[in-house]
């Protein structure tokens, strides 16, 4: 089954998607756990090829994510439009639960939280405003019921899209294709030939995770599941392994498609947004191959202002960048592992195979300064390669795995990932790269999030004024023209 999802439409940290269409346009959004800004939100034509527009939660006073744990935060969204507005969504983990944004254009502004009733996780929205339907709106979630044996359930209330509120009684639709069925999530509800057809994950977002559906006359059900169940099973070995929690749109021609979130074993990417086509068979999905080619794009970032592909770890309070000579991070006392918000921003690593490099202007003033290039997956797993008072330090959370000297000025850092091999390398500015260390950082495999690739500066516990100057960053992959071991040195 593998092989009905290819490469993926949205490489890297992609997961958990969610689709609507408008028109000639889909909209999509994903996941974005402890990450600010929250919730991004990309736009297509053909599913294929998407575009960032921004994301949702944007600005501090929508997200609280202080002292968020790895992997928590914003789960599983939902995007739906209704009478000219886009309905989001989601659920803060640890925090006050599912809430719904708005907005009348999705590149924003969306509006803040308005925080709904309910219990679990992954919501979602389905409008019955077709020709048969009677208008009403419901919102679907999973809860736990027995967290130790996995078993969840799906419930239902009805939605009132202008109040932003749940209204009437709780309707429970399912609870697994089987008995003993283990971790029931991701319900989405479509209408189909005049039926309701409720769409599940199963099995947990791992090597079992599958996709399960069920069919009924009312939207309340009850609900009969699909003889063929599951109607995606779980591939637990191949080329992309992990595939669920599709959500289903019909293209304008009146075709039918799925997104979905699946992993590509051997880096640290983790989950990441795949397509594949749906065709119906006695009211139930069936999913099949798509032809595409997406490739992702090389970067060259000279930070002439902050683009919206950058990320920052939790929720900052306030700008410790500034762009337009480049990116000046200022040193703050927060540090990776800290469970705070530090000086830190990375973008997703979209290929198993990169080459990373920028140039560092830094020079510490005190004991504990450094900055320099970040490969990070969450608090606990992350590489380093940092300029300090004593040299170049590629740390692993507070080890120190290697060190070079280098002299006071300019220096450029880079690594050269293939999987999870892990070359860092630095040179000067008009010097050839010289190879650090190399790791094998199998240690860097998320549970929900991805690993991310940028730039980094503390001062470690203390107060400080100073700043790191990054001219420029670069992001390329193997088969592209980029100098010697896949990393550009400067012209002669």
């Known amino acids: 089954m593998s092989a009905s999802f290819g490469a993926p439409v949205l490489p890297g940290f992609r997961p958990d998607p969610s689709v609507c269409r408008v028109g000639a346009d889909y909209y999509l959004v994903t996941s974005s756990f402890e990450w600010f800004p929250g919730l991004p939100v990309f736009h297509s034509r053909d599913l294929v090829h998407w575009r960032r527009l921004g994301a949702a939660l944007d600005r501090p006073s929508q997200l609280d994510l202080d002292g968020v ?24 983990m640890d925090g006050p639960g599912h809430f719904v944004v708005t907005a009348t254009d999705p590149a924003g502004p969306w509006s803040q939280p308005h925080w709904l009733e309910g219990e679990g996780f992954d919501p979602s ?56 069925a283990r971790w029931s999530e991701a319900p989405h509800l479509y209408k189909v030939d005049g039926g309701y057809v409720l769409i599940t994950a199963e099995g947990g977002t791992d090597v079992d995770h599958s996709v399960v559906a069920a ?27 992990c595939t669920g929690h599709a959500d289903l749109v019909r293209t304008p021609d009146g075709e039918w498609r799925a997104v979905l979130l699946g992993v590509r074993p051997g880096s640290a990417i983790g989950r990441e947004t795949f397509l594949s086509g749906v065709t119906w068979q006695d009211g139930l999905p069936a999913f099949s191959p798509v032809a595409h080619a997406a490739a992702s794009r090389p970067v060259r970032d000279d930070f002439a202002a902050l683009s919206v592909d950058w990320n920052t770890l939790r929720t900052p309070r306030s700008p410790f960048w500034t762009t337009g000579d480049g990116l000046r991070l200022r040193l703050r006392p927060e540090r990776l ?37 970040a490969v990070v997956v969450d608090d606990d797993a992350h590489l380093l390669l940092l300029r300090t008072a004593e040299g ?84 390329s992959y193997p088969g592209r023209p980029s100098g010697a071991n896949g990393i550009a040195d400067p012209e002669s």
């Open 125 to 180: 929205l389905f409008f019955d405003d077709g020709p048969d339907g009677d208008g009403r709106a419901w919102l679907t979630a999973a809860r736990v019921v027995d967290e130790a044996a996995g078993r969840t359930e799906i419930w239902m209330r009805e939605y009132l899209p202008g109040e932003r509120r749940l209204t009437g009684p709780e309707y429970v639709l399912w609870s697994g294709s089987r008995p003993g």
């Open 337 to 373: 592992g800290d469970r705070a918000s530090p000086s830190l921003l990375v973008r997703p690593q979209e290929q198993p195979d990169c080459d990373v490099s920028t140039e560092l202007r830094f020079a510490p003033a005190g004991p504990g300064e450094e900055a320099g290039l």
């Open 215 to 241: 069919r009924a006359d009312r939207v309340t059900g009850p609900y009969e599941g699909a003889p063929g169940n599951p109607v995606l099973p779980a591939v637990p070995k191949g080329p992309v392994t």
């Open 69 to 92: 744990a790895p992997s928590r935060g914003l789960f599983a969204p939902t995007i739906r439009h209704h009478d000219g507005v886009f309905h989001l969504v989601c659920t803060l």
């Open 392 to 475: 170049l330090a590629l740390r692993r959370g507070p080890d120190v795995l290697a060190r070079a000297a280098v002299p006071p000025g300019p220096v450029r850092l880079g690594v050269r990932i293939r999987g999870f091999d892990h070359t860092f390398v630095h040179a000067l500015p008009d010097g050839p790269w010289q190879d650090l260390a190399t790791v094998e950082a199998t240690f860097l495999r998320p549970l929900f999030t991805s690993v991310q690739l940028g730039l980094y500066a503390t001062s470690r516990g203390r107060p400080s004024t100073n700043q790191a100057l990054f001219p420029w960053f670069a992001l």
